[in-house]
């Protein structure tokens, strides 16, 4: 599995977990919905910045959507 899969199913599930929207989350990110939206279906892969913003609005650690469930 690729990381970038690995992150989009992450988000999405931790975002759902959350009852957040992609619009919602983007808002707390101050991120672009698009974006967070493109990450998901993975087809942009995050830079190092927008993961940090990412995980600080879900309040969990950046490393924590990247590891791999088991």
Do not use: F, H, W
Not at 1 to 14: K, S
Not at 24 to 29: G, T, V
């Amino acid at each position: 599995m690729t990381l970038r899969r690995i992150l989009a199913q992450n988000l999405r599930r931790v975002r759902q977990e959350r009852s957040l929207t992609q619009e919602e989350l983007a808002d707390l990110a101050g991120i672009n919905r698009n974006y967070v939206g493109m990450i998901e279906r993975e087809e942009n892969a995050a830079t190092v910045d927008v993961l940090e913003s990412l995980a600080k609005a879900l309040s969990i650690e950046a490393a924590d959507l990247l590891a791999k469930i088991r």
